[in-house]
């Protein structure tokens, strides 16, 4: 979006194979590559890590696994630089290993570097301690922080100890072209959608249940995962068979039609870090009901919804009953989502940034 209004751009993508993963055996490796898509050029490699990730607890061997890394992060920059010379800025839109990598070539170059913090590793403990520490280091040390929402950044305030005013917010954006304003379909049947992953923290059996006590209307499940059978046997189970379709994964240019076609969005998620889906929904002119369960706290305004509590089952179920009944000004909704989330004022809230550090 940079390269719009006449700045260069650059993407390096290190990706890395590691034990216990399938890849670290028969994933594809390939050394540096350079290539100029769209406006861009992007920078590639994947390598192998030499340290199996179990041994990886060793402190010894978790440096040299960090080092790896960012040896190729270094060797990558090197050929970015060939090509375009020394930029101004960098910036990790990462919370863990882009920001490590992203200081390594900073540190190097003496160039400011940024990082947005979107990731949700932490809040979730799936990082162990010696993540928490690199990444609390990592971070501590960044010319500048921003956050994908206020939520996460009280997260990283509460387990890595940097403070929540460190973080200045920087929302995700949408190309909101792609989500046009569309009338509400001519229809009597209501219908209720959501997409998402079909993870534990996604809280599809909430909404299953949820929406047994929903007075009317159906409800379509977009997306795939592990889950997807254990949640067609509760839908059975609940007597919804008739009510609730299972649409399979969309492919993100159709997203647009998956919410044109629906009369409300439901978003009963356990975390977000932010809530792209949501902001999509709004978009196009369509409610939400979504739990406070993090980034949604920040997107859903009055005008947009309703917002209640995690895993709680007769909340949700009065919330979508309350929103099917209620008048919505879509007009409204859509204005939000110009006024916050366009690439448009997402670039300009990065410019300033940049322009801060220059």
């Known amino acids: 979006m940079f390269e719009e209004v006449g700045h260069k751009v650059g993407v390096i993508y290190p990706k890395f194979h590691d034990l216990p993963s399938k890849g670290w055996l028969s994933g594809q490796t390939h050394g540096v590559r350079v290539s100029e898509e769209n406006g861009l050029t992007v920078v590639r490699a994947i390598q192998r890590l030499r340290q199996p990730g179990p041994l990886q607890r060793i402190p010894l061997i978790y440096r040299a696994a960090v080092k790896q890394r960012e040896r190729l992060a270094l060797k990558m920059y090197d050929a970015y630089t060939e090509v375009n010379g020394k930029p101004d800025i960098i910036h990790a839109k990462c919370t863990m290993w882009g920001a490590i990598l992203a200081r390594a070539i900073a540190e190097r170059e003496g160039i400011p570097w940024v990082v947005t913090v979107g990731a949700s590793i932490f809040a979730r403990g799936i990082a162990g301690p010696r993540e928490r520490a690199t990444a609390s280091k990592t971070l501590t040390s960044a010319t500048y922080l921003a956050s994908v929402s206020n939520s996460l950044a009280d997260d990283l305030d509460r387990i890595l100890n940097i403070p929540k005013n460190s973080f200045t ?22 219908v209720w959608g959501y997409m998402a992953n079909m993870v534990a923290d996604k809280g599809h059996e909430t909404l299953l249940r949820a929406f047994a006590l929903v007075d009317e209307g159906t409800l379509q499940l977009a997306g795939d995962g592990p889950l997807r059978g254990r949640l067609e046997n509760l839908v059975s189970e609940l007597g919804l068979s008739n009510r609730v379709s299972f649409t399979g994964n969309i492919p993100r240019e159709l997203a647009p039609h998956f919410f044109q076609n629906i009369d409300a969005f439901v978003h009963p998620s356990r975390y977000e870090t932010f809530g792209i889906v949501l902001v999509e929904a709004l978009a196009t002119g369509r409610p939400v009901v979504a739990t406070r369960c993090g980034g949604p706290n920040d997107i859903v305004r009055e005008e947009d919804g309703i917002l209640v509590d995690v895993d709680d089952v007769v909340g949700l179920a009065s919330a979508m009953n309350a929103a099917h009944s209620h008048q919505w000004d879509s007009s409204a909704m859509r204005a939000g989502v110009e006024e916050r989330y366009t690439k448009e004022i997402i670039r300009e809230q990065l410019l300033t940034i940049y322009d801060s550090l220059i």
Do not use: A, S, Y
């Open 169 to 190: 917010l920087v929302p995700n954006m949408i190309d909101i072209d792609n989500f046009p304003l569309t009338p509400r379909r001519q229809d009597n049947e209501f």
